[in-house]
Structures are given as structure tokens and as C-alpha cells.
């Protein structure tokens, strides 16, 4: 491991660190979380949106951001709080956010092709796409995961067998050697790159067609607020890759204004494409009107019943 236990683990910093980073996390998990909630809702509860594949990909979106950020919890918390976990499990509850990290890029470059799909293949597409959507999901979080638990095997090599059930205060985290990096600045760039492939070819398939109307005008600037949400998304990661894991207050100043930018664009990746859907802003209103009418038809039969119990008592 190069993050050593002679300077790191006992470190305020690291302690310091995870604190901070545990609280973000809490306040972006219960954001995503409340957004995600009620967009599988409305999905789920319609025939028609759950055909459309767009929006299947955005519930795994944001079912990835809600998990990313649980588990930052768990695993900063445990940092944090000294819970002296197995090495055993602080690997494993970091390889699982580091998953579903890897699925928040992954889904968003599923999403943009599957736009770009639409939008200039619109006869053939639908079909192909409707027919291979699981299938492709299948393939790439299997390659995701196949890929980390091999890095893990690669640079978990050190620890003995019986070393990895022991407890360790701060949780250190491996995956931070050579080809761990190399591989993560792969894993990052291909996605990446089929994102702005695909926004490449729907922004000049909409300047070939000619239409520079109203329509056209809009879905141009939700592909620039789209590209910038995504910027915030990567450029940090790609910073976090790049510079591993260092010790001194430089670093950490630098690493927690890192995940500051970094926390800041999953707490709105949600509203950036979950409720901006216009789908989904058709049917949110009336969703919404239907849960108040429900929360307030089940308070007045709660009044009337506390109202009818009085009167029994006094009757009685």
C-alpha cells in the first residue's frame, strides 16, 4: 500500500478528512436519495415510461448516485469514527462505491449515445435499442466489476490471508499503484469520450437539418448545461486518479475542494436529468397534487376519529 501507516493512518488529516467528507456525503445522499425516490416512482407507476429506455437508464443514474453517496457514508463514517472494520470489509464497501461511482459516468455515456441513437437514427434505433438495453447493462456493470475485483487481487497481494480479517482504525484502501491509476484514467476517458462523440454528432446532425428554431435552441443549451454538469463530474475524478494518495495539508486542502466541486455535481445531477425531463415534469404535478390530497383525505379521517373518541368518552 503507498498510503503508509507511518504517516497517514495516524494523521488529525486523515481523521479530519473523513469527517468532513462523511457529512457531505450524508447531505448529498439524502438529496439524491429524495429525488431518486420519487422519479422511480413516477416511472414505475406508468406503462409508457417504463418502455422508454431513456428513462430506464436514468433510474440506474441515479440508483448509482443514491449508492455512491450511501456508501460514502458508510466508508468515510467508518473512517472517521476510528470503528476499527476489518481490512476485509473497508475493501469491500470501497470497491462497491468505487463501482457505482464508475456506473454514474457509465450510464450517463449509455444515455448520450442512446440520444444520439434517437435523434439520427430514429426508424431503426428504437428496436435494436429496446432489444439490447438489458443485455448492455448486464455486459457493462459485469466489466466494471470484473475489472476491480482484478486490480484488487493485483494490489491487494501484500496483506497476508490472515492480515485482511484484522482490524484497521482508519480503513487505508489500496488501488492506488500504477496500474490501478492507469486503468482508472481508461475507464474514465472511454466513457467520456463516447459522451462528447455523441454530442458532437447530435449537435451537428441539429446544424445539417437546419433547425434553428425555438426547439432547437433548447435542446442546444441542455446539451451545454449537460456538458458542464459533467465536467464538474470528471474533471475532479480525473484529479483524484491522477494525483493518488499524498500525505501533508496541501493535499488534503486540494482533495477536499476536489470533492467539494466533485459532491456539488451529484447533489444536481439528479435535477439536471431527472427533473428536467419533460416526461417526467408532466406527470410530477399531478403526482404531487395526488399525495397531498392523500395526506390530507388521511388527516381529516384521522381528526374525525380523534374527534369521534372524544365524544365517546364523554358520552361514556
Known sequence: MNLSSEHCNISDWLRLEATVKASVYAVAFSIATSITVVVIVIVSQNLQLRKEVRLVLLCHHLLCISSYCGLGVVFQGMRALLANSPLLLCWLVFGAQLSVGEGILLTLALMALNTYLAICYPLNSPSFVDSAKYRILAGSWTTVILKNVGLFLIEGTNPTP???????????????????????????????????????????????????????????????????????????????????????????????????????????????????????????????????????????????????????????
Open 162 to 316: 490472515a492480515s485482511v480479517l484484522l482490524s484497521a482504525p482508519l480503513c487505508p484502501v489500496i488501488l492506488n499503484g500504477t496500474p490501478a491509476r492507469v486503468t482508472g484514467m481508461i475507464f474514465l476517458a472511454l466513457p467520456l469520450s463516447v459522451i462528447l462523440v455523441s454530442y458532437y454528432l447530435i449537435y451537428r446532425e441539429g446544424k445539417r437539418a437546419g433547425h434553428f428554431n425555438r426547439s432547437n435552441i433548447k435542446a442546444r443549451r441542455t446539451v451545454l448545461v449537460h456538458l458542464l454538469q459533467i465536467s464538474l463530474h470528471v474533471i475532479p475524478s480525473l484529479m483524484f486518479v491522477g494525483l493518488g494518495k499524498r500525505c501533508g495539508a496541501s493535499f488534503f486542502a486540494l482533495n477536499l475542494v476536489l470533492f467539494g466541486v466533485f459532491a456539488f455535481a451529484q447533489c444536481f445531477n439528479p435535477l439536471v436529468y431527472g427533473l428536467c425531463s419533460r416526461d417526467l415534469q408532466r406527470r410530477l404535478y399531478p403526482w404531487l397534487r395526488c399525495q397531498r390530497k392523500q395526506q390530507g383525505a388521511g388527516l381529516n379521517k384521522t381528526l374525525v376519529l380523534q374527534r369521534n373518541s372524544r365524544l365517546d368518552r364523554c358520552v361514556s
